[in-house]
């Protein structure tokens, strides 16, 4: 158990010494002065931001909150621009094709090149968390979701010669984190321990244990995807704004001024 500052020990029993009828008061008093959590500065990026959450193979969606953008912004993405929407090509190929645009390295990205690389090994995950309809948005066939080693080698050959070297290149060099004054942008999260330029790839990518239950010190928001959220909001420094676009919510976006966070949404 951790030992309280030397100065809060004091304090406490200094109050547990009080007569009685102070007793109460002066605790409760000293619980809220050391319980009390100092306010976020708002975010401040460096130049006003546009950050669009988890597209998931929703094209029509993200044509519609791409219009939606406010002039002067600078467009963000998060990742998991694939798997469990319908549309993955497309969305890939739109936004390979974007020089505007800054999109980020998600998770699903991640399993993607995993599974060019190591077939037999890292298909049946990727296949079992939306690689299939991936697979069938650039027109390959005869695909299940248990394959063998063979099958799945033969399975990435094709996709490979779908795909073309020029956008599997694209997915490759894609970053994993932008850093815009006290604003981090991340597909999904990031140590709460750490400074904002030092954090693992990993851990931007898959997440941290501690980032939803551990508030950062450093008073730098982080926007994020990744995990569902019913609707997009900003509190504790963490922007959350993956609406579930792929199974019947929004996409969604918030736009970061140097005012109050503004969010934005397109649907089907």
Same mark, same amino acid.
């Given at each position: ?99 505007? $645009?800054?999109? $980020? ?44 080693? &063979? ?24 970053? &994993? ?7 981090? #942008? ?18 931007? #990518? ?63």
């Amino acid at each position: 158990r951790a030992a309280l500052p030397r100065g809060r020990r004091a304090a406490i029993t200094a109050a547990v010494h009080r007569p009685a009828g102070e007793r109460i008061s002066v605790l409760s008093s000293l619980f809220q002065k050391f319980t009390r959590r100092e306010p976020f500065a708002a975010p401040q990026p460096e130049e006003p931001l546009c950050v669009i959450g988890d597209v998931h193979g929703c094209f029509p969606q993200l044509i519609k909150l791409l219009e939606k953008v406010p002039p002067g912004h600078r467009c963000v993405l998060v990742g998991d621009y694939i798997d469990r929407g319908e549309q993955s090509a497309e969305v890939l190929r739109h936004l390979s094709g974007r020089e505007d $645009l800054t999109c $980020l390295m998600g998770n699903h990205e991640a399993m993607l090149l995993e599974f060019l690389e190591e077939p037999a090994r890292e298909g049946g995950r990727w296949l079992r968390n939306g690689g299939l309809q991936t697979l069938a948005s650039f027109g390959i066939r005869g695909v299940r979701p248990l394959m063998n080693g &063979t099958e799945l080698e033969d399975c990435r050959d094709r996709l490979l010669a779908a795909m073309g070297a020029e956008l599997t290149g694209w997915l490759a060099q894609l970053r &994993t984190s932008v850093l815009s004054g006290n604003v981090l #942008i991340t597909h999904a999260g990031a140590d709460p321990e750490k400074p904002a330029d030092q954090q693992e790839d990993a851990v931007l #990518i898959w997440g941290h244990p501690a980032f939803l239950r551990r508030r950062r010190r450093d008073s730098v928001w982080v926007v994020h995807g990744h995990t569902i959220v019913s609707r997009p909001a900003a509190e504790d420094g963490r922007i959350a704004i993956d609406t579930g676009a792929f199974a019947g919510g929004p996409l969604s976006a918030v736009c970061l001024d140097g005012t109050a966070a503004a969010f934005l949404e397109a649907r089907p």
